[in-house]
């Protein structure tokens, strides 16, 4: 039997070919893909992975270098400073 930890779902299980054989390993799952706080789309341009994998990168490949980047997606970000804009004139 596994070591009681295992035995959730929350670790994913994976084949791995060794040597003797195939056997059963256990890894984190990915975090959910970030989605945009205005529409809740999937932000592309963003890192997905575990958190491990994701800190590991630089800061500037893991969303977009630009104002709420890793918030919006794109044309809500067009939107949002336009209103901002708008507003900001009156
Ligand atoms: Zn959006």
Sequence with gaps: M???RYRS???RRVFV??????TLHYRRRKNAAPQC??????????A???KTQVRKLAK???RPERPYGGMLCS???R????AKARSHLQ
């Design 2 to 4: 596994v070591q009681p």
């Design 9 to 11: 779902r929350t670790m």
């Design 17 to 22: 070919r060794t040597p003797s054989g195939t």
């Design 37 to 46: 706080a205005q529409c809740g789309g999937v932000l592309p341009g963003v």
């Design 48 to 50: 997905r992975g575990t």
């Design 60 to 62: 500037s490949s893991r």
């Design 75 to 77: 044309p809500c970000t």
């Design 79 to 82: 939107r949002t400073i336009i």
